[in-house]
């Protein structure tokens, strides 16, 4: 098995900037139903737990090695509180197509940055054509 390996770093305000000026627009193109709902507080979404997951989705993307919509990725919370990869639609496909599988996430924020890691396994192609 071979490893690839994502990581992307978000400043908090870039994604709060984005939020303000797009509003719903930004929201439903780039994050799910359930990852808005995760990121509430109140009456309004966090930014920082929203930069946490576009860099997820950034850092996801760097493993897929291809551009896929970002409603196709989604960070999941378990219920002991991990966070964890969801592909649907055209990131499961890729990830399919290119043999990736056991994909496992970590995030991060601070001092207004926000920082994910992705690292999936893959069945590399055999150098004899089989």
């Known amino acids: 098995m071979g490893v690839r390996v994502g990581v992307d770093l978000v ?12 509003g719903d627009r930004y929201l439903s193109r780039v994050y799910t139903e ?10 309004r979404v966090d930014a920082t ?5 576009f860099a997820a989705k950034e850092a996801t993307i760097k493993v897929l090695r291809e551009f896929v919509p970002w ?3 989604e960070v999941r919370r378990s219920p ?4 964890e990869i969801g592909l649907h ?7 399919r197509a290119g043999g990736l599988s056991e994909f496992a996430l970590s995030l ?3 001092g207004g940055l926000a920082s994910a890691v ?13």
């Open 11 to 22: 400043t908090v305000a870039d994604v709060a900037e984005s939020v303000a000026e797009h």
């Open 34 to 43: 359930a990852e808005l709902a995760d990121c509430r507080t109140g009456d």
């Open 49 to 53: 737990r929203l930069a946490a997951r």
């Open 71 to 73: 409603s196709s990725i």
């Open 80 to 83: 002991a509180g991990w966070v």
């Open 89 to 95: 639609g055209r990131a499961a496909d890729s990830a």
């Open 108 to 110: 991060t924020h601070e």
């Open 118 to 130: 992705v690292v999936a396994s893959y069945a590399p192609a055999s150098r004899d054509g089989a």
